[in-house]
């Protein structure tokens, strides 16, 4: 016996402008983490609002068949499930390295992103972009007030790419200590560029008040191997 699929229904169209509109969010989001060279950017946002958006139009539309006097709906169970098991994800991206926290940011995005695909798939499309905008006004307009409050800012950052097998980290550290800065290496990562030489992406975190990081930089650049340095704003959320 075949399985009767009913390809189109009177929900459909609905269904697929909330998905797209929970895709087109998310993207949204994941662009702005994506330009802050996070570890979770546009690729992992985009998948996880259209995932909660899924599993949240698949509990409010998918089960309507068996509906009856016998059988309820609950379509909060799998929305439940969505927020607890989002934290398996966020909990990935976080790190603690030599007392340094790094993102925490992007584990509250990713979960703001869940949170924004399940109100796409429930029908709630002004909701879903209202927290789209909310979440842009918090990570951009809040993270300028931060670095206003800032209680130390001194505080430097340098996101830095070199080629890798040249042994340039062990140099880039070595060139800070011989100017009398400790640096923290807080992030590593590999950026494949075809079948070009490997290039390696470290951050290194200041936190000994450098007054300027210039002669920093260009003692940087000295070192073979090192394609770029660049100075960021200390974002350890």
Known sequence: MFLQLDWFTSSTLTEVFLLVL?????TVIGVERQRKLKSAGLRTHALVGLGAAVFTLVSAYGFSSVVGSSV???PSRIAAQIVSGIGFIGAGVIFVRQNAVTGLTTAASIWVTAGIGMACGAGMPVLA???TALHLGAVWGLGFLGRRLRTNPKERIVVVQYKDGTGALRALLSAAAELGHEAIVTDTRQIRRGKKVPRIQAVLRFNDGIESIEPLT????AIPGVVSAV???PDSE
């Open 218 to 221: 260009d003692k940087f650049f």
């Open 129 to 131: 972009v209202t927290a």
């Open 22 to 26: 929970a895709f087109v969010l998310s």
């Open 231 to 233: 100075v960021e704003e």
């Open 72 to 74: 309820v709906l609950d």
